[in-house]
C-alpha cells in the first residue's frame, strides 16, 4: 500500500493497520478488502492445502476435446453451481444457454481476450476495430493491438462493426444498464456481469448474454488470486479466446483455480446445506448488510455536508434471490461535488487526503469522483468523518 500514514504490522494481516486520524485515504482502486472479516469468520473451511508434487503440469484434467485445456474441472463445477444457487446467469441448456466456459487472469484477461475474439477475423480495412463504452464507464486502457482499438463513449459514436462493452451494474456510478447502441446488426457485445450478484443489486433475470464476464474479485474480495471467468455461447469465440490466453501466458493458475473452488464451494454451502448441518455463514448476506450499513451512512455524511455534495440516486428492485424487494449497494459511490469554485473533485479531494478516481477518466464529469465502497471498514468510516466534518471551515485533521 502506497501510503505513508499506514503502519503494516508485518505478521498481522488480521489487525492489519492502524490509521492515524490523519492518514490519507486511498479509495481510487476497487480493493475489495471488506470481505477479509468474513473469511476469518469461515475459518479453516475456507483453507485449501496443495502438495508439493500437485499442480505441476501446464495442463489440467480437462477431457481429450475439451475446449479450455487449462481449466480444471472442478473450479467449473463449483461457478456453474454458485451461478445456479444466485441464479444470475445462464449456464445450463435448459436455460437456453450451453455456454462454454473460459477461465483467465482476472476478468482483465478475459476483456483482452473477448476483444481479440471479437476482431482477429475483421477485414483488414475494418481494423484496427472500434471498442466503446457508455459514459461513464470502465476503461480497459491499455489496448496495445492491431486488432481493437477505444474508441470512447457509446453514446458519441456513430461508425459500424464495433464492439461495444456493457457493463452492469456500471462501473463507475452502480447503473443498470442494457447495450447503448440498438445494433444494427456489425455490433459485438461484451457483457460485464462482474457486479451483478445479491450483494450489490437485484438480481431481476437470469443473464444470458453472447459473452458475460464474472470475476472472484468481487464476489467472494478475493482479488489477489486473479480468477475470472467467462460464459461465451459461439464456440468458435470460445476457442478464440482460450488461444488468447494460451498465447499471453500458457492458461491460468492452478493453484489459483483449486483455491477458487473451495472459496466458492463454501459460498453455494451456506445456501444449499441445512444450517442444522453446520452450514458456513452466508456470503451475500454478510456484504450485503455491510453495504447497506455503508451506504447509509455515506448519505447522512453528505446530507450533512449541506450541499457541498451529492450521490447517485438509489435505486430499488425485486430480487429473485433474496426473495424481495432490495435497494442497490453498488461497490462505488459516485460522488458529485456541488460546491461553488470547484471544477475538480479528485483535486479537492485531495486536499482532504482523500484519493479517489477522477470522473474525466471514465468519460465523465471531472466534478464527480469514483469512491471504492469495498475498502475496510477503518478506512470507509474516516472517508465519511472527512465528508461529513466539510461543513466546517477547516476540518481538524489537516
Ligand atoms: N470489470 C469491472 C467492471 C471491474 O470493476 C473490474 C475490477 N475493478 C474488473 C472487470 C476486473 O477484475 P479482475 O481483473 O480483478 O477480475
Request: overall charge negative.
Amino acid at each position: 500500500v502506497a501510503n505513508a500514514d499506514v503502519a503494516i504490522r508485518p505478521h498481522s494481516w488480521e489487525h492489519y493497520f492502524t490509521l492515524a486520524p490523519g492518514a490519507v485515504l486511498n479509495l481510487e482502486l476497487g480493493d475489495p478488502t471488506m470481505y477479509e472479516p468474513f473469511w476469518r469468520a469461515v475459518g479453516p473451511r475456507a483453507t485449501t492445502v496443495i502438495p508439493g508434487s500437485d499442480t505441476m503440469s501446464y495442463f489440467s484434467d480437462a477431457g481429450a476435446g475439451e475446449l479450455c485445456w487449462f481449466l480444471e474441472p472442478e473450479f467449473e463445477r463449483a461457478v456453474r453451481r454458485l451461478h445456479r444457487v444466485v441464479g444470475n446467469a445462464a449456464v445450463d441448456d435448459q436455460d437456453g444457454g450451453g455456454y462454454h466456459f473460459v477461465v483467465g487472469n482476472g476478468a482483465t484477461q478475459l476483456f483482452q481476450a473477448a476483444m481479440y475474439a471479437l476482431s482477429c477475423d475483421a477485414d483488414d480495412d475494418a481494423k484496427p476495430v472500434p471498442v466503446v463504452s457508455a459514459a461513464p464507464y470502465y476503461s480497459t486502457n491499455l489496448q496495445l493491438s492491431g486488432h481493437f482499438r477505444w474508441a470512447g463513449d457509446a453514446n458519441a459514436f456513430t461508425g459500424e462493426n464495433y464492439i461495444e462493452l456493457v457493463c452492469s451494474p456500471n462501473n463507475p456510478d452502480g447503473a443498470v444498464r442494457e447495450a447503448a447502441l440498438s445494433s444494427s446488426g456489425t455490433a459485438k457485445l461484451i457483457h460485464d456481469l462482474v457486479y451483478y450478484w445479491p450483494q450489490y443489486t437485484a438480481i431481476t433475470v437470469r443473464a444470458a448474454h453472447d459473452i458475460m464476464l464474472f470475476t472472484l474479485s468481487k464476489i467472494t474480495g478475493h482479488a489477489g488470486t486473479r480468477i475470472g471467468w467467462a460464459l461465451v455461447r459461439d464456440r468458435d469465440v470460445a476457442r478464440k479466446m482460450v488461444y488468447f490466453v494460451d498465447r499471453s501466458t500458457i492458461g491460468v493458475s492452478k493453484d489459483s483455480q483449486l483455491r477458487a473452488t473451495k472459496i466458492l464451494g463454501v459460498v453455494s454451502d451456506a445456501y444449499e446445506l441445512p444450517h442444522a448441518a453446520g452450514a458456513p455463514p452466508r456470503l451475500f448476506g454478510f456484504a450485503r448488510r455491510r453495504l447497506a450499513e455503508r451506504w447509509r451512512a455515506l448519505r447522512a455524511a453528505v446530507a450533512a455536508s449541506s450541499g457541498a455534495f451529492s450521490l447517485q440516486e438509489e435505486t430499488s428492485g425485486y430480487c429473485n434471490f433474496a426473495k424481495q424487494t432490495v435497494a442497490a449497494c453498488p461497490a462505488f459511490a459516485w460522488l458529485r461535488c456541488d460546491k461553488d469554485g470547484v471544477e475538480d473533485c479528485a483535486a479537492f479531494l485531495a486536499g482532504l487526503k482523500i484519493v479517489a478516481r477522477g470522473g474525466e477518466q471514465f468519460g465523465g464529469d471531472a466534478r464527480c469522483v469514483r469512491i471504492n465502497m469495498m475498502d475496510r471498514d477503518q478506512v470507509f468510516d474516516l472517508l465519511v468523518r472527512r465528508i461529513a466534518s466539510l461543513k466546517i471551515e477547516q476540518p481538524d485533521y489537516l
